[in-house]
């Protein structure tokens, strides 16, 4: 079955940077698009970036270009998104998510497969 499993959250100070993990099960990265989404207290779900199947194109979201990139490694079934330049606005539980198609889009309500989320905080 389709598992989303992230890793990598935890405390940084503003200006500072994370490494976020994705790690998939049931499925086969390259196959299919996938990507990160955060949601902060209070605020509703927001797409971050996304990487579609086959040639791996990517889209960000205007608050992270420069900032975030997003990248695959196939050999680990793994996603990854590493946040440079952090700020307090970055704070957030961030997520992984797919929907079994090979384009992308920022409509969450797509996404039907969730990884369980992890907390990035951002304080000084």
């Known amino acids: 079955q389709v598992q989303l499993v992230e890793s990598g959250g935890g405390s940084a100070q503003p200006g500072g940077s994370l490494k976020l993990s994705c790690a998939a099960s049931?499925?086969?990265?390259?196959?299919?698009?996938i990507g990160w989404f955060r949601q902060a207290p209070g605020k509703e779900r927001e797409a971050l970036s996304c990487?579609?199947?086959?040639?791996?194109?990517?889209i960000y979201a205007p608050s992270t270009k420069g900032r975030f990139a997003i990248w695959r490694d196939g050999t680990k079934n793994t996603l990854y998104l590493q946040m440079n330049s952090l700020n307090f606005e970055d704070t957030a539980v961030y997520y992984c998510?797919?929907?079994?198609?090979?384009?992308?889009?920022?409509?969450?309500?797509?996404?039907?497969?969730w990884g369980q989320g992890t907390q990035v905080t951002v304080s000084s």
């Open positions: 990487i579609s199947s086959s040639e791996g194109s990517t």
């Open positions: 049931g499925f086969r990265l390259g196959y299919y698009a």
């Open positions: 998510a797919t929907s079994l198609a090979s384009k992308c889009t920022s409509d969450s309500s797509k996404y039907n497969y």
